[in-house]
Nanobody
Framework: QVQLVESGGGLVQPGGSLRLSCVTSGITLEYYTIGWFRQAPGKEREGVSCFEISSGVTYYKDSVKGRFTISRDSAKNTVYLQMNSLTPEDTGIYYC???????????????????????WGQGTQVTVSS
């Protein structure tokens, strides 16, 4: 069974950095698109960054371009989201999601087209505050 486990969230001051991890199991990572999404209280979920593992194609939400970087370590079945220059607007629960590249390109996953990714983690809280 597919399993995604996020970690790395926490409380950080504006301007700080965090690295989130999504450890996957039950999949061959190279066949998948992996996405990071976030949801703030009272707001809808939004795609932050998505990654076609095999090709390296990535997509970033405009507001995080230049600040966030998605990467992977296939040997560890893990996808990372390095978040720098954090602002309070980055606060939210961050979720990892996965689906086959066949079904979702990086852009289509992050723009939430279609039926949505098939697998989700439980989320990790990121709070950016003084």
């Amino acid at each position: 069974q597919v399993q995604l486990v996020e970690s790395g969230g926490g409380l950080v001051q504006p301007g700080g950095s965090l690295r989130l991890s999504c450890v996957t199991s039950g999949i061959t990572l190279e066949y998948y698109t992996i996405g990071w999404f976030r949801q703030a209280p009272g707001k809808e979920r939004e795609g932050v960054s998505c990654f076609e593992i095999s090709s390296g194609v990535t997509y970033y939400k405009d507001s995080v371009k230049g600040r966030f970087t998605i990467s992977r370590d296939s040997a560890k079945n893990t996808v990372y989201l390095q978040m720098n220059s954090l602002t309070p607007e980055d606060t939210g629960i961050y979720y990892c999601a996965a689906d086959l590249l066949y079904d979702f390109s990086a852009q289509s996953m992050c723009l939430m087209r279609g039926v949505g990714p098939g697998s989700w983690g439980q989320g990790t809280q990121v709070t950016v505050s003084s």
